[in-house]
């Protein structure tokens, strides 16, 4: 009893000591090293599980691209590590347009990609890692309309959007533009993209959706192709496909849509690392009160998280959710209720070794951004109950990982303390220790 009560403290003290050098190397390996790596249904991190409580945030390289706006970059960066987030989701693409970040396939606007290499290491600065979006399903900073449109302008025939998906010259552009983004050298770290632990994944499209083909045979060929694609010339960083969840045409999940994706088929192939997850009730349930929406959407995230544990064995985060004010029966109240739902689903989950790995609420706003806002915008500074939400979150999340942590050095520990009573016993037995 008295030498189990002493090894009880022994632990105790173990364990206290620990917790600075975690807390430490933590923070060294979100800023300086440590790429996020996958092990099972779990994102991984210095050797432990690592949860994501973050934002997305489409607009950071365009402002940064004007150095007159990058303390807005800045800001939102700095209130977003204050409230326990980890994790941006940006975009790495503007096509065409009057701000793009590539005029014509091939070609560049040097000062908008300085934009996204202040980015990359601000948000090493602070903390944050960041997911990287290749190019859009919409109209929307050029998208898939303008990669057929380019082609097209060469005298290749296209009679849909979708032929992004099926055009050998549109593919051969897009291959083009993730190698640039992956290959680019970063101006103000010097570091390669692609050698860049500041950043945590690839996407290989923002809302990939196909509906000239729901069969989803054109969808599953493409995200194979440029999964392999982008794996030939990056082997560090995670990749997902960019996913909202809909299931394939025979299941009764979807909420009325017919894309052309699917959730199993699309996430199964080996090279996407991990599933991604959108939700906005209030747009795809229209018809439906507050309560229905939230129901669906409780359903919505089991159904996936299960499939995640399950079916996939692979980690899920929820890259998109939120809760418009542009809704005529919006109240704080209400976001706030979707929020904790969304929140107490992955943090359970987490709490049981489950798939669901976080969430990442669209979108996050500095400061004097008003004209950004799109109704769905949170500015953390305002003080409002949904932002003191999402710092209880980042909290959460934080201790789910310290446990984790623990049990890892006390693993460790009882390791040593074996390792030395065996080398006890080969002492006393006479036997001399190998390097010694």
Request: hydrophobic share 35%; with cysteine; net charge positive.
């Amino acid at each position: 009893m008295k030498r189990s009560y002493s090894l009880l403290i022994f632990l105790v003290i173990f364990l206290i000591q620990n917790q600075n050098s975690f807390l430490k190397s933590e923070a060294a390996g979100s800023r300086n090293g440590g790429f996020i790596s996958t092990r099972g249904v779990h994102f991984m991190l210095n050797g432990s599980p690592y949860y994501a409580n973050g934002f997305n945030a489409y607009w950071l390289m365009l402002l940064a691209s004007d150095p007159s706006q990058r303390l807005k970059v800045t800001s939102a960066f700095q209130e977003a590590a204050s409230h326990g987030l980890s994790v941006a989701r940006t975009w790495a693409f503007s096509d065409g347009g009057v701000t793009p970040l590539q005029y014509s396939p091939g070609s560049y606007n040097e000062q908008m990609f300085k934009g996204l290499d202040f980015v990359v290491a601000e948000a090493r600065s602070f903390g944050i890692k960041l997911i990287l979006s290749f190019v859009n399903n919409y109209e929307n900073l050029g998208g898939k309309k303008q990669y057929v449109n380019w082609a097209r302008s060469q005298g290749q025939y296209s009679n849909s959007d979708d032929d992004f998906f099926r055009n050998p010259v549109v593919k051969r552009y897009y291959k083009n533009h993730v190698k640039t983004v992956l290959t680019r050298n970063n101006t103000f770290t010097g570091v390669m993209y692609k050698n860049d632990p500041s950043i945590m994944a690839w996407e290989l499209m923002n809302e990939p959706r196909c509906t000239s083909d729901t069969s989803g045979r054109t969808i599953q060929a493409w995200i194979t192709e440029m999964a392999a694609h982008v794996k030939s010339i990056d082997r560090n960083h995670l990749l997902e496909a960019g996913l909202e969840g809909f299931y394939g045409k025979t299941n009764s999940q979807n909420p009325g849509f017919d894309i052309g994706t699917d959730f199993i088929s699309n996430n199964l192939i080996p090279d996407i690392d991990f599933a991604t997850l959108h939700s906005y009730p209030d747009q795809w349930l229209t018809s439906n009160d507050d309560q229905s929406q939230l129901n669906f959407l409780n359903n919505w995230l089991r159904t996936h998280i299960r499939d995640a544990q399950l079916v996939l064995r692979k980690p899920l985060l929820l890259t998109e959710f939120g809760k418009s004010v542009k809704d005529p029966n919006f109240s704080t109240y209400q976001r706030d209720q979707l929020f904790n739902l969304v929140y107490n689903n992955i943090y359970l989950s987490a709490k049981h070794g489950g798939a669901a790995a976080g969430g990442l609420f669209w979108q996050l706003l500095a400061e004097g951004m008003e004209s950004f806002g799109d109704g769905y915008d949170i500015v953390l500074s305002d003080g409002s109950s949904t932002s003191s939400i999402i710092s209880q979150q980042g909290h959460r999340l934080y201790q789910v990982r310290k446990v984790f942590a623990r049990m890892r050095n006390v693993q460790r520990w009882k390791m040593a303390r074996a390792a030395r009573r065996a080398q006890w016993s080969a002492w006393k037995r006479g036997v001399k220790p190998i390097g010694n």
